[in-house]
Nanobody, 122 residues
Framework: QVHLVESGGGSVQAGGSLRLSCTAS????????MGWLRQAPGKEREFVAAIWLNDGVTEYGDFVKGRFGISRDNAKNTAELLLNSLRPEDTAIYFC???????????????WGQGTQVTVSS
């Protein structure tokens, strides 16, 4: 029902920034929540951030510590993730997600994007 497409991934040096974007399409109504998860090689996916589109309320994973910011543009059906002060351990595939269940940092989305690679070098 909802198709999600990510963009903005790439390679940066430690301390740099990237802006990821996710666009939702293929639905008649706006998703109520959009967010991001990430997965590094050999590790489980972890919750990064989410935003409720109606009021802009946000939630972040414990590791973020103010470095990342999520925002939305409802007119474009997009959610953006600004990654600041990037570290090598942030290297992962970042997946856009929408709707589903979000509770205490456990996010089980209804819809997934294909993912975009973020690589941070020392």
């Amino acid at each position: 029902q909802v198709h999600l497409v990510e963009s903005g991934g790439g390679s940066v040096q430690a301390g740099g920034s990237l802006r990821l974007s996710c666009t939702a399409s293929g639905h008649s109504s706006t998703p109520y929540v959009m967010g991001w998860l990430r997965q590094a090689p050999g590790k489980e996916r972890e919750f990064v951030a989410a935003i409720w589109l109606n009021d802009g309320v946000t939630e972040y994973g414990d590791f973020v510590k103010g470095r990342f910011g999520i925002s939305r543009d409802n007119a474009k059906n997009t959610a953006e993730l600004l990654l600041n002060s990037l570290r090598p351990e942030d290297t992962a595939i970042y997946f856009c997600a929408a709707d589903g269940t979000l509770y205490e940092g456990d996010y089980a989305p209804d819809y997934w994007g294909q993912g975009t690679q973020v690589t941070v070098s020392s």
